[in-house]
């Protein structure tokens, strides 16, 4: 029996020491499994003398509930154990936003290509395109602006060296297009009447200030068939402003204007309260030009390889910018493209906020900034 003492010692040490569940269930078997010491020793009994076999049954009875005993107490100390270490490696931080938040933003200026988009492909407009390095023939001379002709003035151009030492001859020389009326004669080009295009782009011209920047965007449009007159000119725009600027009703006017493109041309102005402080479309005493526009000139239409005697057209250019600036507010042009994330976070739109005249042009499921 003073061999069991020891023994019983030394297991419940053993159980004490037992860091993990696996191991102290390795001693559990080991004491009290089939062939565990305590269960060969409770075998051994039958071997014993009468008497004896009462007195080291006891004992034995009373060793093997101390171990388990202390099996149990020590699996309740493990098991904790366990799960508190679970429970720290899957704590969460709860001071991070809920989901990931959404990150990317529209810039105002794609938003309002949209926008222009919607509006126009609902009156039945295509969109056209034409390359932002452009041959003079069709930036000026085919929209009626031969070499000389002093309305080449009205823009500042940026002329392409056209030869390898980097000298250019300037009758001859590419340009980055200084207006996206090139369109015009391109789409003149390559389809028959009727034509009803927009063409929106990117446009350039030497100039810098709060409302002017090298690069900017401008929307071009076209619509040549028989019998157009300036009524469909003003009906269309009419349309349009009313659309963009998202009101029931907009005062509008048409002062006489020149381009050398169109002819009769004017310039588009709508109704605004100007304050200090703010500017209000659709209401008060001031006038804010927004677009230039016109009959199409004949002379553009014999370039464009149409019969002037049979068809006529009207035309327009807006700035896609300056549009921005006016439906969101946004005083300084130059800032459009500082690539400031921060500004981009303030003026820009969610991702998934498509326009639609039926869905909202710039208000939809209130998702915008
Ligand atoms: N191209 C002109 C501009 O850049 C705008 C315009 C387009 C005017 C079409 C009339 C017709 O200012």
């Not at 154990?81 to 001071?95: G, H, S, V």
């Not at 076209?222 to 600027?245: P, Q, R, S």
């Not at 049979?310 to 896609?320: E, L, S």
């Not at 991702?351 to 915008?368: A, I, Y």
Request: a negative charge; proline letters at 5%.
């Amino acid at each position: 029996m003073e061999d069991m003492e020891s023994l019983k010692e030394q297991i419940l040490n053993n159980i004490k020491a037992a860091n993990d569940i696996k191991a102290l269930e390795d001693i559990r078997i080991s004491v009290m499994g089939k062939k565990g010491l305590i269960t060969e020793q409770m075998k051994s009994l039958g071997t014993l003398p009468l008497e004896q076999k009462i007195e080291t049954g006891k004992k034995l009875n009373v060793i093997k509930s101390e171990i388990e005993q202390a099996l149990s107490t020590q699996k309740q100390v493990l098991e904790e154990k366990e799960l508190n270490e679970k429970l720290k490696k899957e704590t969460i931080d709860i001071t991070l936003p809920v989901r990931p938040e959404v990150q990317g933003r529209i810039h105002p200026v794609s938003k309002i290509y949209e926008e222009v988009v919607a509006i126009f492909g609902q009156m039945g407009f295509e969109v056209a395109e034409g390359p932002d390095i452009e041959d003079q023939f069709h930036n000026f001379n085919a929209l009626n602006m031969p070499a000389n002709h002093p309305a080449r003035q009205m823009q500042d151009t940026f002329y392409l060296p056209n030869t390898n030492d980097g000298s250019f001859d300037m009758d001859n020389s590419y340009v980055i297009r200084t207006h996206t009326s090139g369109i015009q004669i391109r789409t003149m080009e390559s389809k028959k009447p009727p034509i009803r295009i927009i063409a929106p782009g990117r446009t350039y011209r030497s100039d810098y200030d709060a409302t002017h920047t090298p690069m900017f965007h401008q929307v071009e449009g076209l619509v040549i068939d028989k019998n157009i007159t300036m009524a469909h000119l003003k009906g269309c725009l009419y349309d349009f402003v009313k659309a963009f600027f998202e009101l029931d009703e907009i005062p509008v006017r048409y002062r006489p204007s020149y381009f050398p493109f169109t002819e009769p041309s004017a310039e588009m102005d709508i109704g605004c309260l100007k304050t200090k402080t703010e500017l209000k479309i659709g209401a008060g005493n001031d006038w804010l030009e927004i677009l230039g526009c016109g009959m199409v000139h004949p002379n553009v239409l014999k370039a464009g390889g149409i019969d002037p005697e049979q068809y006529q057209g009207f035309a327009f250019g807006v700035g896609i910018d300056r549009l921005a600036m006016l439906k969101y507010g946004i005083p300084d042009l130059r800032t459009f493209f500082e690539s400031d994330v921060r500004w981009l976070k303030n003026y820009g739109f969610a991702p998934l906020d498509f326009s639609s005249l039926t869905g909202g042009l710039s208000n939809n499921g209130g998702q915008t900034r």
